[in-house]
């Protein structure tokens, strides 16, 4: 059974890992933060830098395959079914360095609606097509991958967000939009881990709950790296 269907428009841009010359985008990214910074002004938002000036040759590093990278966090969201939701998650998951985004079927990012709220995300990131029928074998071939199977659902038994701590190799699970993750699929994971909530409703949209354990797998990584360093 085949679970390794890939799709990737763009590679990782080599100007930004050369020489810091005169023509590198890194240079040239960081001469625009130093105008902004000494700005008269005030402070203003840093995203106003051109996107040209940080990629000049961007259409041609979109006719390349970016590859995944090693280990770091999976998003899996083969259960979800509405591009809204789809094209965000791709968008939180390229922002955050995602090593790969799963979807349920490659068709979705043709979506006009995926396209509006992914804006291009898909270019820069690997991604999977993994069919809902085919998650079961998915998640053992992930699982002899030193992969831990993380559910975002709450459980009798699902562990608080605040309290939980990613390991390294992540593989995220995110449910459906009306029913959740399937009893079935939930026995195959390894934890479950649900976001503390203060008010009466009992779910966040499953865009907003993929986003914040996304950001938390990266704040975490983030905190290691500065106590390592």
């Known amino acids: 059974m085949e679970l390794r269907s890939y799709h990737s428009s763009a590679a990782i841009v080599q100007q930004s890992v050369q020489s810091l010359g005169t ?3 890194r240079k040239k990214a960081a001469d625009e933060e130093q105008k902004l910074s000494t700005n008269p002004l005030g402070d203003v938002q840093k995203k106003i830098i051109p996107w040209k000036t940080l990629f ?3 259409e041609d590093v979109s006719m390349k395959n970016r590859q995944k990278r090693n280990g770091g ?3 899996i969201a083969s259960l979800i079914d509405r591009p809204t939701n789809l094209g965000g998650l791709c968008r939180t998951c390229e922002i955050f360095g995602a090593s790969e985004y799963v979807l349920g079927n490659l068709k979705y990012m043709n979506d006009p609606q995926f396209k509006n709220l992914s804006v291009t995300a898909e270019k820069w ?6 069919r ?3 998650l079961r074998e998915y998640f053992l071939a992930l699982r002899q991958q030193g992969y831990t199977l993380i559910g975002a659902e709450q459980t009798a038994h699902s562990h608080s967000l605040a309290d939980y701590t990613f390991p390294d190799k992540a593989a995220v699970v995110l449910g459906n939009e009306k029913e959740g993750i399937p ?6 994971l390894d934890v479950c881990v649900e976001i503390p909530q203060q008010g009466m409703i009992r779910s966040l949209n499953v865009h907003v709950s993929g986003a914040v354990l996304v950001w938390e ?3 975490q990584r983030l905190r290691k790296t500065l106590i390592a360093a």
């Open 132 to 134: 809902p029928p085919n």
């Open 217 to 219: 797998y990266t704040r």
């Open 73 to 75: 966090l999976i998003l």
């Open 125 to 130: 990131i690997s991604l999977r097509e993994v």
């Open 183 to 188: 009893v079935e699929l939930i026995q195959l």
């Open 56 to 58: 000049p040759d961007s």
């Open 23 to 25: 023509g590198c985008p």
